[in-house]
């Protein structure tokens, strides 16, 4: 017979993760549920979501125990247990942390989510990974995580090793609103990229520019903005010339300064396959310190000569370079087809 101090020993574990469990889990995903949201030094925990509504953009929350003790942390998706994980930062906000996902599509059935936590002793705490069914009505999904028919800034997805970039999202997901991450690159790489630059253009003023740029690496100075993808004009999915028309991607410029900074930026229009540039976009701003600010990037486009007079583009790939440094490199998806 088990003594019922083995017993309540056993239980203990549970009773600080009710909150995370529902009905529909089998008890074999909650034990392991159990064990694995509370690795490490963290305690997640988390109202699962049972479905969500196609075509709005979930909102998921979780809270750790003790929150102190959290560093980061990560929402991580995909469209069927076979695939690789696609992940989204979760901010923190009054002890709550959140993630926004991509839009689910009509074509997507289900898919699965699970929260990790990295503490700030550097382990790591995930959570089961949930499946979630997705909904045309959203009155089954009622109680569930809040969602959306719109964001307010781009989500930010970093896609799994071999993935594509384009689009940044598992199959059964929508890429609008979304963005790819991507890692800065290396003094070495952004300084082939810029000189590549000058040998597209053509230019002379374009390849002093990328030397002066590339000659030159400094920290980046005290004071540098943050930047965030803002819009594009024309809207994506416009046809534009390229003889008669212009290009405007926007971006957000935060953080205090009290100085003027040197803004140089390139923008690569990408193929279907998302590896070569069918046209190149690039110039030079002065920002003031008054922010925030929205600072447009529009020039004439260079076609590359790789992708014909008549072309589509599935993305645009935008890099800023800030005293000599990559201040910002991200590809975005930006769909347009190109006339002569």
């Known amino acids: 017979m088990r003594s019922p101090e083995k017993d309540d020993a056993k239980a203990e574990p549970m009773r600080g993760m009710r909150a995370m469990t529902r009905a529909w889990i089998p008890a074999a995903a909650v034990a392991l549920l159990a064990e694995v949201a509370s690795a490490g030094s963290i305690e997640i925990r988390h109202d699962p979501a049972s479905c969500v509504t196609v075509d709005r953009y979930p909102r998921v929350s979780a809270t750790a125990v003790p929150p102190e003790q959290v560093a980061s942390a990560e929402l991580q998706f995909r469209g069927n247990a076979a695939g690789g994980w696609y992940s989204v930062r979760m901010a923190a906000e009054g002890g709550v942390w959140s993630g926004v996902l991509p839009r689910p599509i009509r074509t997507l059935e289900r898919f699965e989510y699970r929260i990790v936590m990295v503490g700030t002793d550097l382990a790591t705490a995930e959570t089961a990974a949930f499946a979630v069914r997705v909904a045309d009505d959203p009155a089954p999904c009622a109680g569930g995580p809040h ?66 740029a590339a000659s030159q690496p400094r920290p980046l100075p005290a004071g540098v903005p943050d930047i965030e993808f803002f819009g594009s004009s024309p809207n994506p999915g416009s046809v534009l010339s390229l003889s008669r028309d212009r290009l405007s991607v926007s971006v957000r410029i935060t953080g205090q300064s009290r100085f003027s900074l040197d803004l140089l930026w390139r923008i690569d229009l990408l193929g279907g396959t998302g590896e070569s540039a069918c046209a190149v976009m690039f110039g030079r701003r002065t920002i003031n310190a008054l922010r925030p600010q929205v600072v447009d990037l529009t020039s004439g486009l260079v076609p590359s000569g790789s992708c014909g007079s008549r072309f589509d583009v599935a993305a645009a790939r935008l890099s800023i370079l800030i005293e000599g440094q990559v201040a910002y490199d991200q590809t975005l998806v930006l769909p347009y087809h190109f006339e002569p």
């Open 147 to 212: 969602s959306s028919v719109a964001v307010a800034a781009p989500i930010v997805v970093r896609v799994p090793a071999g993935a594509p970039l384009v689009p940044p999202v598992p199959p059964g997901f929508s890429p609008a609103g979304v963005v790819a991450a991507a890692e800065p690159a290396t003094k070495s790489g952004s300084t082939k990229k810029w000189v590549a630059l000058a040998g597209v253009a053509g230019g002379v003023a374009a390849a002093a520019m990328a030397a002066g």
